[in-house]
């Protein structure tokens, strides 16, 4: 339940208030799709939706709500789309993340009065749906088709300043609310040029954290204004691999994590905002694949050359690599994919794995397979991360069943896991039988020792797990003693 703080305690507690961990990669880390294709007037269209998401494999899903000059809270019919989305997550086993946005650089709220509204909006919105804990605040404000001005007319930055105050109002407004509601700034585009006097002002992501910072550190400020950082780590293209990195511009992609946690440390380390250990969010990301003949007439306009599509294999591969990318990324905390569902549009993005008519492209299995991996620990091996397995569910055969034969052991795997059964003689300590095998996490797991030559003397068995890929402490069960004749 929602409580409203004590205004003296407020701004004590809200400082107070536990922050995520600094440490989200491994199979704990949040999957999920951005997609506003959920958001619908009725119950029915809002589940259905929620239901091919979790078909596809997603337990997350980010929406929009818009922010506009003069609101603030959202409308009754806002109100009705967003309570829609909540109970069809709720019941679908989906967890939400709402970013809060104007629609364009028209809305921008740059004066005190504008940026007041839009934090009353953000809090009115969460104290209406209390199971909304993530906020998203803002929409790629490096972008001047998000947020104008970008520079002054000295030529400085002027959209990051700007958005700290925002973020900085948005923030308290929220923790007032409640302090363990997670706030998340930034959500910056991938790429900008940092031309004051171009066609198209847009701020890097680079220059903005930089900026971000010395304007926080000149602010004075004594308590955070986010509980972690998003970002929209797009290749250039879709046909660039996710792991192509940019050392030498400013421009920050999956493969650029390091630079990212160093420019983060830059400018707020040392201050009482986070910065290198603050969690990561990589709430869009998007590969594109070519519309098929067949399902050409679903969609309407052409697509830009710049789009560069891939045929729907290598989309599957391409957010298969994305994942192996964030799993060892210690800060990340989650990624989402930029879209479930393609749009109708192709000037816009054709990013799903379900095509426009929710009909499944051929990447989907694929993509479902590598979230799985992602959640049962094995899509990829890291560098000093052990994961430990537990094991539920065992059943090991009673003696009636083991002396008639019946020699299986059932059990489930915590995360993905390599077992091992072991028949060992108690009379002697040798070894019976033994076999092994692989087991996903979650699934029913049978290990059989039929058809295996025990003997007659007594027996204990001994099941072991470890993981396969990051492997950390291994989990073990005995039976009784059993006989096998």
Known sequence: MRRRLITL??????????????????????????????????????RTTMTQLRLAGFTSVRVTSNWLPGLVAPTSNELTVLRNIEAAARLSGVKVYVSVYHPGSRTTPLEPTAQAQFARYAAALAESIPTFDDIIVGNEPNLNRFWLPQFGLDGANASAPAYLSLL???YDALKAVDPGLRVWGGALAPRGGDRPGGARPTSSPTAFIQTMGAAYRA?????????????????????????????????????????????????F??????????????????????VPAGKRSLYSGNEPATTKPVDESKQAAAYDLGLRLAFCQPNVAGMLLFHSHDEKALLSWQSGVYYADGSPK??????????????????????GLGLDV????????????????????????????????????TTTGATAARVRGYGRWGRAIVASLRNRKLGRAPVRLTL??????????????????????
């Open 9 to 46: 305690l407020g701004p004590t507690i809200a400082f107070l208030a536990l922050a995520l961990p600094a440490h989200g990669a491994g199979p704990k880390m949040t999957l999920g799709a951005a997609e506003d294709a959920v958001r619908a007037p009725d119950l029915v269209t809002a």
């Open 168 to 170: 900085a109002r948005t």
């Open 219 to 267: 602010s004075g400020r004594t308590t955070p204004v986010m509980d972690g950082f998003a970002i929209h780590p797009y290749p250039d293209n879709s046909s660039q691999s996710p792991d192509f990195p940019h050392p030498r511009s400013t421009s920050i992609g999956l493969a650029d994590y390091d630079k990212l946690v160093a420019l983060l440390g830059a400018a």
């Open 269 to 290: 380390d040392g201050t009482a905002q986070a910065g290198s250990t603050l969690p990561i969010l990589y709430d869009e990301f998007g590969i594109e694949s070519a």
């Open 362 to 383: 051929a990447s989907l299995s694929a993509v479902r397979d590598s979230l799985d991996r992602t959640r049962g620990g094995s899509i990829a091996r890291c560098d």
């Open 390 to 425: 537990a094991l539920k569910n065992v059943r090991f055969p009673g003696r009636a069943e083991f002396l008639g034969g019946k020699r299986d052991v059932r059990f489930r795997c915590t995360l993905d896991c390599a077992w091992e059964v072991v028949a060992t003689r």
């Open 464 to 485: 072991t797990v470890t993981h396969p890929v990051n492997p950390g402490l291994s989990a073990t069960r005995e039976s009784a003693v059993l006989r096998p004749a």
